[in-house]
């Protein structure tokens, strides 16, 4: 006598059903931190520290933020050891071009800081200097906080 065959979806299914586990599921619910990259938790800094200038410097919400993995290779830095953390790129002096940008570099902000604490430190030291850089200020004028620990 011939058992019958189940239908090609019951099989795949029974076969992933192994020992009556069920499926596996995610290795942790979207609201543990777990689940955030380590990109999206850096974006998520120079976010907080952007809009947390904002609020005492109005004049930012124009200015656009963004994250690069690495700095692009220039000519003028070929010959240094110096690796830049963030950079200021101003819009045209007529103002009908792309708007003040103000892009912090994700890789080497990472390899200087030590830990969680640290690496959010750091990018919000790295947006106060560009901010400055932006507004002809001091970096202290800017966030008083600035450079304390």
């Known amino acids: 006598m011939d058992t019958p065959v189940p239908p090609p979806t019951e099989r795949a299914a029974r076969r992933r059903d192994r020992h009556g586990r069920g499926m596996r599921g995610p290795l942790a619910p979207p609201q543990v931190p777990l689940s955030v990259s380590r990109s999206d938790a850096f974006d998520d800094l120079v976010r907080d ?7 005492r410097w109005p004049q930012l919400a124009e200015v656009e933020f963004a994250v690069q993995d690495v700095p692009p290779p220039t000519p003028d830095l070929a010959d240094t ?20 940008r103000i892009v912090v570099y994700r890789r080497p902000v990472e390899i200087r800081a030590k830990g969680r604490d640290e690496r959010a430190l750091l990018v919000h030291e790295v947006v106060v200097e560009q901010v400055a850089e932006l507004l002809g200020l001091s ?11």
Do not use: C, F
């Not at 819009?91 to 792309?98: C, E, T, V, W």
């Open 49 to 55: 520290a952007a809009e947390r200038l904002e609020r």
């Open 81 to 100: 050891d110096v690796v830049p953390l963030g950079q200021l790129i101003t819009a045209g002096a007529s103002g009908k071009g792309p708007r003040n």
């Open 139 to 149: 970096p202290e004028n800017v966030d008083p906080r600035y450079g304390e620990e």
